[in-house]
C-alpha cells in the first residue's frame, strides 16, 4: 500500500510566520503535488514536482514555495503566512508516466493562520 | 482551458435512494477521468476512473460511464448508504500528460439519512 504521511494534522500559526508543511511518501513516486482545499472551490493546485530539486508552479503559487531536496519528501513553505491562508492542505503522490494512473493522498494538514 | 464542472451541493438523501451526481468537462483530446471521494477527517481516495470513450468505471456500487458525445462522467449509485456520506470530486486528467496533474471540479457533499 502506498503510504502519504503529512507532518501534521492541525497547524495553528500567527500572521508574518515562516511555516513548513511537510509531506513524506514512501513508494518512489516520481510526482509529488501540493494543493490546497477550501469549501466551494474544490482542489487547487500549488505546485507540483516531478522530479528532485525540480518544481513547477501550479495555478495559485503566490505566496507559496517548494523544497524538493530528496525523492521521498516534498516540502511546502509559506515565507509570511497570511490569514487567507488559513485552508486545508493536501499532498498528493503519483508514480509511472500513464495519464490512467491514481494520484495518492495524504491526509491533510488544516492550517489555520491567525 | 481545461476544466471540469460538478454538480453543486449538498445533496441530502434517505437511505437505499438513487444518487446521480452530475459532471462534465472541457478538454482537449482524450482524457483520463476520475471520481474521488473525501470521508470525513480524510484525504481523497480513488472511487473510479475511466481511461476512454464509453468505459464504464465501477467500485463499490458506484459506477460512471465516459461519454465523449456528451464530455460527462456522472456518478451513480443504485441504493445508498449511511456510510456514503463523504464529498466527492470529479477530476480529469490530460491524455498527453505524463507529469500527471489533475483538474478537479468543486466537489459535492453528499449527505444520506437513516
Known amino acids: 500500500d502506498v503510504k502519504v504521511t503529512q507532518s501534521s494534522r492541525y497547524l495553528v500559526k500567527r500572521t508574518g510566520e515562516k511555516v513548513f508543511l511537510e509531506c513524506v511518501q514512501d513508494?518512489?513516486?516520481?510526482?509529488m503535488f501540493w494543493y490546497r482545499q477550501d469549501p466551494g472551490l474544490g482542489l487547487r493546485l500549488i505546485y507540483f514536482s516531478y522530479d528532485v530539486k525540480m518544481k513547477e508552479k501550479g495555478d495559485i503559487p503566490e505566496g507559496y514555495s517548494v523544497s524538493r531536496e530528496k525523492k521521498e519528501r516534498f516540502s511546502l513553505i509559506l515565507e509570511s503566512a497570511s490569514t487567507n491562508q488559513t485552508s486545508m492542505y493536501l499532498c498528493?503522490?503519483?508514480?509511472?508516466?500513464?495519464?490512467?494512473?491514481?494520484?495518492?493522498f495524504g491526509p491533510g494538514t488544516r492550517l489555520t493562520v491567525t | 482551458g481545461d476544466s471540469v464542472t460538478q454538480m453543486e451541493g449538498p445533496v441530502t438523501l434517505s437511505e437505499e435512494a438513487f444518487l446521480t451526481i452530475n459532471c462534465t468537462y472541457t478538454a482537449t483530446g482524450y482524457p483520463s477521468l476520475f471520481w474521488y471521494v473525501q470521508y470525513p477527517g480524510e484525504g481523497l481516495q480513488l472511487l473510479l476512473k475511466a481511461t476512454k470513450a464509453d468505459d464504464k468505471g465501477s467500485n463499490k456500487g458506484f459506477e460512471a460511464t465516459y461519454r465523449k458525445e456528451t464530455t460527462s462522467f456522472h456518478l451513480e449509485k443504485g441504493s445508498v448508504q449511511v456510510s456514503d456520506s463523504a464529498v466527492y470530486f470529479c477530476?480529469?486528467?490530460?491524455?498527453?500528460?505524463?507529469?500527471?496533474?489533475?483538474?478537479f471540479g468543486r466537489g459535492t457533499q453528499l449527505t444520506v439519512w437513516p
Open positions: 513508494m518512489d513516486h516520481e510526482n
Open positions: 498528493a503522490t503519483k508514480g509511472g508516466r500513464a495519464p490512467s494512473v491514481e494520484q495518492y
Open positions: 477530476a480529469l486528467r490530460l491524455g498527453g500528460s505524463t507529469l500527471g496533474r489533475l483538474y
